[in-house]
T-cell receptor
Framework: GNSVTQMEGPVTLSEEAFLTINCTYT??????LFWYVQYPGEGLQLLLK?????DKGSNKGFEATYRKETTSFHLEKGSVQVSDSAVYFC???????????FGTGTSLTVIP | DVKVTQSSRYLVKRTGEKVFLECVQD?????MFWYRQDPGLGLRLIYF???????EKGDIPEGYSVSREKKERFSLILESASTNQTSMYLC????????????FGPGTRLTVL
């Protein structure tokens, strides 16, 4: 079947620390992969995406590379800020059909 | 700017009431979704619709129904609200094509007393 597994939180980092949030997936075919961010009290916003193997998605200093050989899409940022405190969701969309499959979310808190 | 709007940010209802949650998108998307979000459980799909008057059950459809009479509007209905339906409800829409992302509304936090 299709599923997404992401690292459990919560994660607490100091400002300017390096961030990695792990995400692995199980899917048939060639899915598209996404990272969403949810700030407190809001809906989810797309952070970045990659639609084929070896693609790198990037936005606001965040990056993730679609690794088919390891079925992974880890989120990274070189220097986090307090404003990055949020919940991050990894998701996949199959190459057929309309459904998304979301991970359970990883809560990040960045302290000054 | 693309937009998905939900009728209420906060809603308080009593057990047994019929509850309507409305979602509207302005992107002419074919696909619309209703999720609920609970701590530790992530997002769980309740229902989705891929066309007007079409619907499919998601992972947790029990206790819910949906209506899509117009392309831009997707309603979630709790026929008889129960306390275990207290949750955050998120609506999303998506254009066809595997590269397309889902766009989310701001969410409705529903409390059933």
């Amino acid at each position: 079947g299709n599923s997404v597994t992401q690292m459990e939180g919560p994660v607490t980092l100091s400002e300017e620390a390096f961030l990695t949030i792990n995400c692995t997936y199980t899917a048939t075919g060639y899915p598209s992969l996404f990272w969403y961010v949810q700030y407190p009290g809001e809906g989810l916003q797309l952070l970045l995406k990659a639609t084929k193997a070896d693609d790198k998605g990037s936005n606001k200093g965040f990056e993730a590379t679609y690794r088919k050989e390891t079925t992974s899409f880890h989120l990274e940022k070189g220097s986090v800020q307090v404003s990055d405190s949020a919940v991050y969701f990894c998701a996949l969309a199959r190459n057929t059909g309309n459904q998304f499959y979301f991970g359970t979310g990883t809560s990040l808190t960045v302290i000054p | 700017d693309v937009k998905v709007t939900q009728s209420s940010r906060y809603l308080v209802k009593r057990t047994g009431e019929k509850v309507f949650l409305e979602c509207v998108q302005d992107m002419d998307h074919e696909n619309m979704f209703w999720y609920r979000q609970d701590p530790g459980l992530g997002l769980r799909l309740i229902y989705f619709s891929y066309d007007v008057k079409m619907k499919e059950k998601g992972d947790i459809p029990e206790g819910y129904s949906v209506s899509r009479e117009k392309k831009e509007r997707f309603s979630l209905i709790l026929e008889s609200a129960s306390t275990n339906q207290t949750s955050m409800y998120l609506c999303a829409s998506r254009g066809s094509g595997r590269r397309n992302e889902q766009f989310f509304g701001p969410g409705t936090r529903l409390t059933v007393l």
